[in-house]
């Protein structure tokens, strides 16, 4: 779905290609990430039914993990660029991140740059029948930063036009756990 002329349109098709290499080291059990690795990816989005309407989309964003402070801490960077060249209409779709908190909108050029530190806060081992295995806490502390070039942005009088910078930082508390005896961990 995109939206134009005041109405929403159904049918866009993309050709999405993508290339990811990445690189980590091994980790225990108790470690939330790997403590040395590399990720990184491009990506290119072209609507080839529709070129002459929405143009393309490049992006490349990667993540680099470090080890952190004590054992089972990690640091971790993710920096990523996105350019878009429209033609009438964007591509209504983001191949990075942007910072937490904040809503994701198209735009001509976005750049982000987040730091996170990571570490298990508590191994409480608790079962509730075949309901629930709570396996672990873990806190995330983070820093996000980007900025964007003609960022589309929703607001009361409309869509408006934003140049500039967005920043959001905070703490995430997640816990890791099983549910109806599944084999697969869900973080929430």
Do not use: C
């Not at 989005?45 to 929405?54: C, H, N």
């Not at 004590?70 to 991140?97: C, L, S, T």
């Not at 909108?105 to 079962?127: I, K, M």
């Amino acid at each position: 779905w995109y939206y134009s002329g005041g109405e929403l349109h159904k049918g866009i098709d993309f050709l999405h290609f993508r290339m990811i290499m990445n690189h980590y080291s091994r980790f225990s059990k108790r470690d939330l990430y790997p403590r040395w690795g590399q990720f990184i990816s491009a990506t290119y989005t072209q609507t080839p039914v529709d070129k002459g309407q929405f143009g393309n989309l490049f992006s490349t964003q990667a993540t680099f993990f470090i080890p952190g402070f004590w054992k089972h801490h990690h640091f971790y960077v993710k920096a990523g660029m996105q350019i878009q060249r429209p033609e009438k209409y964007y591509i209504p779709i983001n191949r990075i991140d942007f910072p937490r908190g904040i809503p994701a909108a198209v735009s001509e050029e976005f750049t982000t740059l987040g730091f996170n530190y990571s570490f298990p806060a508590g191994y409480p081992d608790l079962a509730i029948g075949p309901l629930l295995y709570l396996k672990r806490f873990r806190i995330n502390l983070f820093y996000d930063w980007s900025y964007g070039v003609s960022v589309k942005e929703r607001s009361v009088s409309g869509i408006v036009d934003f140049t500039g910078s967005y920043r959001s930082f905070g703490t995430e508390i997640l816990a890791d756990m099983h549910l109806i005896r599944i084999i697969f961990p869900i973080s929430a």
